[in-house]
């Protein structure tokens, strides 16, 4: 391999990156995380009021937990951590084992191949990676690499209100009004005898929606909206029960707790087109003209989507849809997914046209809100192992993702929310489809 004495640059110090730095030193590989935060766990910080679903078993890493034992570290076992809990019981005290193989507010704004912009061939693999990075005291400077593992996450682009994947008319406009990450409901006076807004469907809104019912049923003039785009509540209520992970499947049958109890109005089939200010409140307007009553707070909780503009000059093959390495998508794709039977990824997976770089981590997963850190952990104990030439070890599958259990009746739904399947995962049934005339008429 040329360049070897290099070291692997890791994009990142979350749970993703820090765990292939622990992969890359215990495999003797030398390797540099290049952080922009302050401090290691920078996004996870963010929302360390949140409560994990999964337990701590499924939190570490087995390479970091390797690394950390000697230092004295005795793993966390039972329990569901908050972010701040999974920071100051693992991701913390695993930086520090890491030591200056972290370097802090080094964020990363460039990486192509030394002296080869995208387009040129000549000589392109032989080249090292060239990786620009911008630090907080503004100055830049270039850090050459043997491969790049890119774990930065997605965190930094929050997907916006407008239902069509672009801001709604106004929202820029209104932008420092909103949440775009799960608000710490925990300032309760804020938000009781108020009205909140939360927009999507996922764990986030799903979290949201929970805090905001316990908010309005302490005080019942508080007002929650909660505001869905399809057309039907289908699966956003998960898998309950069946959900293989329990805490997961719990928050769904919260939510629809609080619903039933008439604690949260759920708004279907709502894309949200416009957003008005009202005075210091915000109006959401739907395509179809509805308006929602003016809220005080607005959380838009739509997802996230990959920051691919520091990639622009690397070869990348990624799904159109979900802008994920093509070879998962298929597995993650939640058009095609309604349930959670998703496959472990790894090297091989991940692979792009650009040799020896790498997207791990739930910037593997594109668009698709599925990841799981024992996901990443196993993609990053196999692409170390094929960075490190161990191509048994990489090829090997360690891990079994639990289901999500939304299966059965539920089904598939298209984009407004409309029934097109009934099992899970399965494709709709293939239907002969007539172009032109029929036979008998002609
Ligand atoms: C609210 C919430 C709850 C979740 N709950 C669970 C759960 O219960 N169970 C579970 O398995 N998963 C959960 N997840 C999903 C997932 O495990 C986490 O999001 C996890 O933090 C992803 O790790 P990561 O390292 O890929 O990305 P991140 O945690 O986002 O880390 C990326 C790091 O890269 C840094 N960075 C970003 N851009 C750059 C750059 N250009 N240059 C340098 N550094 C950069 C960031 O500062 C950050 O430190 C949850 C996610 C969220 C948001």
């Not at 215990?26 to 766990?41: H, I, K, M, N, T």
């Not at 619903?259 to 416009?274: H, N, P, S």
């Not at 593997?364 to 024992?374: D, I, K, N, Q």
């Amino acid at each position: 391999m040329p360049n070897i004495e290099l070291p692997v640059v890791v994009i990142g110090a979350g749970p993703q990156g820090l765990a292939a730095a622990a992969h890359l030193v215990e495999r003797d590989q030398a390797v540099l995380v290049l952080e922009a935060g302050a401090s290691a766990a920078a996004a996870v910080s963010e929302w360390g009021h949140v409560r994990l679903f999964s337990e701590w078993s499924e939190l570490v890493d087995a390479a970091a937990a390797r690394m950390l034992e000697p230092t004295g570290w005795g793993a966390p076992t039972t329990g569901y951590p908050t972010g701040a809990q999974w920071i100051s019981g693992y991701l913390a005290p695993l930086a520090a084992a890491l030591g200056d193989r972290i370097r802090y507010e080094s964020r990363v704004v460039g990486v192509s191949r030394r002296g080869r912009d995208r387009l040129v061939d000549a000589g392109r693999a032989e080249q090292p990676f060239t990786v620009h990075v911008a630090s907080a005291d503004g100055t830049e400077h270039r850090v050459d690499a043997r491969a790049v593992i890119d774990a930065s996450g997605t965190w930094s682009t929050p997907n916006p209100a407008g239902a069509d994947g672009l801001p709604a008319l106004g929202e820029r406009a209104v932008a420092d009004l909103l949440d775009y990450r799960i608000p710490d409901y925990r300032a309760r006076t804020k938000y009781e005898g108020s009205h909140s807004v939360v927009v999507g469907s996922g764990h986030s809104a799903v979290t949201a929606v929970i805090a905001l019912g316990r908010i309005a049923r302490r005080d019942p003039s508080t007002k929650v909206t909660w505001v869905l785009r399809r057309g039907a509540v289908g699966n956003t209520f998960g898998g309950g029960a069946a959900d293989e992970l329990p805490a997961r499947g719990q928050l769904g049958m919260r939510a629809e707790e609080f619903v039933d109890a008439g604690l949260i109005d759920l708004v279907t089939g709502f894309r949200v087109e416009k957003i008005d200010r009202d005075g210091e409140r915000i109006v959401l307007t739907s395509e179809d003209g509805r308006t929602l009553a003016p809220a005080d707070h607005v959380a838009v909780l739509t997802g996230f989507r990959p920051d691919l503009s520091f990639l622009s000059e690397l070869r990348l093959e990624l799904d159109a849809t979900l802008q994920a390495p093509v070879r998962i998508a298929a597995e993650v794709d939640p058009n095609l997914h309604s349930c959670g039977s998703v496959a472990a990824t790894g090297a091989r997976d991940l692979a792009q046209p650009e040799p020896d770089f790498y997207l791990v981590g739930a910037k593997s997963y594109g668009r698709a809100p599925t990841f799981l850190a024992m996901t990443g952990y196993e993609q990053v104990r196999s692409v170390v192992a094929e960075l490190a030439g161990d191509h048994e070890a990489a090829a090997r599958v360690e891990l079994q993702l639990p289901d999500t259990g939304v299966c059965g009746g539920a089904g598939l739904f298209d984009s407004t929310g409309t029934a097109i399947g009934a099992s899970c995962c399965a494709l709709p049934d293939r239907q002969l489809i007539q172009i032109g005339r029929p036979i008998a008429s002609v």
